[in-house]
């Protein structure tokens, strides 16, 4: 697509105010100004090229720089999309409302003295959000540098000069590193699609710009310097949606253990905050760099070559060094060194000197020229083996950095993988370094920065891959019994002033969740202990029974292997006597059975993060687990291919598998544990805190020895809980009902398991019902492919609820969708009902699920297209009070209920 002439931005229809901060048609700036060296001068110097009009509030003047000047907003000659505000602070909050009055629906508010300033400027920046937000005004700022599109000449900041045009978004929360880089850009000749200081983001935030440049066509990457993540769902929210078309980089600030929670379990000291955060961006596809170089130069990569299909370089160069420095990198940033293939070295047996290097990276000596290095990279670059291919040239007397790259610059696309380049050195490399680049080949400085960007390519391909893996097939229990009985002990405790719940009440809210658990009979008098493990059988466990002691083995609580009465009565008397400083904190002991250690102490817990709510850890346990800390973290709720992506990103995987002549884990069914886990955490946002240390992994099976749960008192309301960052599944949409010929349907919202389901039930759909859905001849592996139907069956529930109608045989007998969109609470349907199963009524059920579902959404407003010979959906649309709208010029009607 070429860029947008900024003349024929459209003059006619209202934007909407997401559009109106970044493409305006017209801009009122109010505290504009003629005085040199000021915030409002430097506003009206970079305004002067935009090409629609600019008005001023100025009651003295009747032009300022050249551009209209009106006494106040109220008289405007012609409304405005856009105020740019950069006045006093404590006059924000009424310009706001001149503004909403005036029909004004965005603002950018370059203003400083509100949050930042302390108490009273977090007040005032409350109050012009409150404006804001009932005069249907969308903000950014305030207290920020302002917004560029230089695509369309618009320029609303202060900053030296508009940036060039250029297809990457830079959003970011620092004004001052905002025109750092827009300085640097103007000597690289970089370009960008616009140019964000969000400041305090005090309304619009990181998905909201997400969401936009999503759409954008004149972006193709975002980066986002980025101080604190706001709305944490709406981010994974947006960024989720945002990846699988735009790779989204942020370099975020904080990775120090200080930014870590101290917590009281084991899970809170695991959990920095940091370390969430990476778990997060992975969970959606983000990729998180450390530098601002590496922030630009893998947005370059990404927006000029394919991603990478495997995490394996081949390297060809002209000297070993650089390609050895290159190797260390790469594999210390998750990459791979690729093996040559046989008949690419018997290849480069006949093209090179016989002293070159006969391995990965390719040496093919410092006297290579142009022809040698062309011949070279194709020869491996068509090599299976390998990802990727990075080019170095070191600039030796013999060589020719322009006519190498010329040779070099048709191989760029011509394989279908990554190629980069190392051109070293300075003026003598310059001139191929512009060829390559026009080429659409990046080239670096240095051959180790390739090398991690190559990595970092990697990285993002694979975390997309994983994101939509479709995970196996399994059953999902209705767990609303559980969630009945778990939720009436926890209410029990609160009732006894109690927030830790005893071991033995743990372990029956693990088991209500088909965790396996060891039995744990309580005693509270030595005589019960003798009996109980008697009972049992010897030998036995004695563990404190407490209702206070978060740590049983940090005060003598556990004693094992008791072989004998004798051993239990002493036991007992230690226990007893190990708390006798804490009055109150011994009930008693739980006894269990003495289970052996055929297998591997394992953690899984999970604790509340301030900004992602609940995260899961999993990992090494046992009593060194914070010694070791050899674990991984993931926000829950987790499906099968997640949880085998928490447990293999810890170093005890290996050993699950099985290694040295040990016997391996059912790793499936530790998936499904850790899947059922999470469920738990989410179906129970009174649950603060909670411990399985350790579980016992090993051939024979999965059991938790122990078990601690820590809830939020009783003074935290409900809906201050805090909630997952992911939305859970909405177990709530499901239901059954009767078809006009009796039979039982099954609605439920759909799964990311439902792919393959989906694949047949497009293979049965006839070509007439595709028609009338699709509006054209959809062809059925276009709609079947799984980048389309990942898109759909791994749902983000926030955003879009699918519902699937299960037939008595298990296959899919429609689906219908429901699709939010924009800020004002609108969504859009979609229904298809299989041949078979049209004319039973199951079109009728799901438009009025559908509809339920909107209403219990906050919809305002729900609408489809239908085409105007479709007579059995518009007539089902009509009986259900929606109205019909024929759409002039089309063989379309747009449908619309308003709720």
Known sequence: MSDPNPAAIPQTGPLSSIDALFSPRSIVVIGGTERPGSVGRALMDNLAVFPGPVFVVNPKRATVMGRTAVPSIARLPQPADLAVIATPAAGVPEVLRECGVAGIRAAIVISAGFKEAGPAGQALEAEAVAVARAAGIRLVGPNCLGVMSPHRG?????????????????LSQSGALCTAILDWSFREQVGFSAFVSVGSMADVGWGDLLDYFAEDPNTRSIVCYMESVGD?????????????????????????????RAAASHTGALTGSDDVLDAAFQRVGVVRVDTIGELFNLAEVLGKQPRPAGPRLAIVTNAGGPGALS???????????????????????ALLPSHWSHANPVDILGDADAERYAAAVDIVARDPGNDGTLV??????????????????????????????????GPA??????????????TYDYPDTAARAFALMWRYTENLRVLYETP????????????????????????????????????????????????????????????????LGFPVVLKLWSETVTHKTDVGGVRLNLADPDAVVHAFDAIREGVAAKPGAFLGVTVQPMVRCQGHELILGSSVDPQFGPVLLFGAGGQWVEIFRDRALELPPLNASLARRLRERTRIAAALRGARGQAGVD???????????????????????????PLLAGPDGLVALDGRVVLHPASVADAALPRPAIRPYPAEYRGEFATLDGQVVEVRPIRPEDEPAMVKFHAGLSERSVYLRYFSAFPLAERTEHRRLARICFAD???????????PDGGLAAVARLIRFGTAGEAEFGLLVADAWQGRGIGRELLLRLVHIARVEKCSRVSGLVLSENRGMLDLCRRQGWAIHPRRGEAACEVVIEL
């Open 667 to 693: 790793l499936a069914a530790l998936d499904g544990l850790l899947v059922r886990f999470g469920d738990l955490v989410v179906n129970h946002p009174r649950i603060a805190e909670i411990d399985i240390n």
């Open 472 to 535: 196996p097939s399994t059953r999902h229990a209705d767990r609303r019994d559980a969630v009945m009985r778990v939720d009436a002990l926890l209410d029990g405790v609160l009732a006894r002033g109690r927030t830790l719940l005893t071991e033995a009440e743990a372990k029956e809210v693990l088991a209500a969740y088909d965790i396996p658990v060891v039995p744990t009979l309580p005693a509270s008098t030595v005589e019960e202990a003798v009996a109980q493990a008697a009972r």
């Open 392 to 425: 170095i040239l070191t600039p030796q007397h013999m060589t020719d950095a322009r006519a190498t790259a010329a040779r070099i610059a048709p191989l760029g696309q011509a394989h279908g993988k990554p190629l980069l380049t190392a051109w070293m050195g």
């Open 429 to 442: 490399v310059e001139s191929g370094r512009v060829l390559l680049n026009e080429a659409g080949i990046p």
């Open 327 to 349: 190797t260390d990198l790469l594999v210390r940033s998750g990459g791979e060194l690729a093996e040559l293939g046989e008949s690419s070295r018997l290849a480069l047996d």
């Open 154 to 170: 618009f320029n609303a900041t202060f900053a030296a000069g508009i940036a060039r045009p250029g297809h990457v978004a830079f």
């Open 797 to 807: 529930y926030d955003r879009e609820i699918a519902l699937v109608a299960i037939a």
């Open 232 to 260: 944490a769902r709406a981010f994974l929210s947006a960024a989720r949606a945002v990846t699988w078309s735009k790779p989204v980089i942020v370099i975020k600030v904080g990775r120090t253990a200080q930014a870590a």
